[in-house]
């Protein structure tokens, strides 16, 4: 006999055997829990996604130059198109590199950055994009960009990021090499894909930037993103622009940009995290509701139990390891799910896009979760089988 807690518990295999006489309800119970846990596993993804997101956006060598006052939307920031050469020449901090003709080229991008209507192909409907002006010096400061296909582009035309689709609404072959998008009154032909390890800027549309420049007649800049040389830090960059207050810049380091649109988007990520909870609420609602109807339903075999020697507490356990068994199941079922059908779906958001993320920490949060509500949702129930009477279950029809 199974012996532990000083009383003698009923078989492992009754508990497994019992699910499977009720196949219906055990099926329709699972497939409830399953729903529960794969719900949670959606919204952590999400929590995931937006994290990790933000969080490998940020180089730590890289600064951004901007107008004072515009650290958190440099949409708004309008730096003159001559500073970038002032600034190239001016800060020593900048990291310079061997150009081809023997020449040092120095690691500064003036780019302009806006969010402006794009629409895919000349179809009627507009969507908001991202776009962002760039020089052939971009790539030595954008370090991680890596063009998936086609080529960087030339006048007149435009180099599309991985999750730039999702961003403007559509599916990622009305974004293919050779097709056009039309934006600020100007139609650029597609010369290509990029991908960034998963940072913020796959969700824009990078194009030359004097050719933007014209397209929308201003000549400022947003910022000028500069990398550092090796020893060199951010306050040599704003020591230089505090000295110039004529020139009303202010230096961020780019890893703290990204880390302040975390916390920008820390009551999203709350609100993410309260669905979660409501969802396990209800799933542990969902666990309970059932194990009551199997309570319910099994009142003279748990007296029957009961008379044959089994203490109550044993019946406890066997309910309870009726709904953990569920759980587990459950749990299992709905993160193979996740990881087959969920991971990597990418979703748009006011940054731009995204991807959904099932790690190992998504993993573990919705198992745990699940196994939560196998507990919780069986308690009550098993509390309520000790409780019954004997003489009162054995009568029961």
Sequence with gaps: MYEAFGFRLLPWDYGVRNLLRRPARSAMTLFGLTLVVVLVLVVVGFI??????????????????????????????????????????????????????????????????????????HESEESLGLVR????????????????????????????????????????????VGKTVTFEGRTWKISGHFASTGSALEAELWCPLEDLQLAMKRQDLSLVAILLASGADLADVDEFCKERLDLELQATAESTYYASLQRHYGPVRLLAWLIVVIIAGAGIFTGMNVMYGAVTGRVRELATLQTI??????????????????????????????????????????MGAF?????????????GVGLLVGVLGSIPPAIRAMRLPVVEGLKAI
């Design 133 to 176: 002006g760039i020089t052939p010096a971009t790539p030595l400061v954008r370090r991680n960009v890596q063009i998936l296909q086609g080529n960087w582009p030339g006048p007149g035309e435009v180099l599309v990021g991985r999750l730039a689709a999702t961003k403007l609404g559509t599916r990622p072959e009305e974004l293919a």
């Design 355 to 367: 991807t959904l993320r099932v790690d190992s920490t998504t993993v573990l949060i919705g198992v």
């Design 48 to 121: 995931r996604g937006l994290e990790v997101s933000l969080s490998v956006s940020g180089d730590p060598q890289v600064v951004l130059i901007h107008t004072l006052g515009a650290a958190e939307n440099m949409e708004n920031s309008s730096i003159p198109s001559s500073q970038a050469a002032l600034l190239s020449a001016s800060l020593k901090s900048v990291q310079r590199q061997q150009g081809p003709s023997g020449s040092k080229v120095v690691c500064a991008s003036p780019e302009l950055f806006l969010g402006t209507q794009v629409n895919i192909d």
């Design 309 to 350: 020697g089994f203490v109550r507490r044993a019946i406890a356990l066997s309910l309870l390891q009726e709904g953990m068994l569920l759980a587990m199941s459950a749990s299992l079922l709905a993160a193979a799910f996740a990881v087959i059908a969920i991971q990597g779906t990418a979703v748009r958001f006011t």
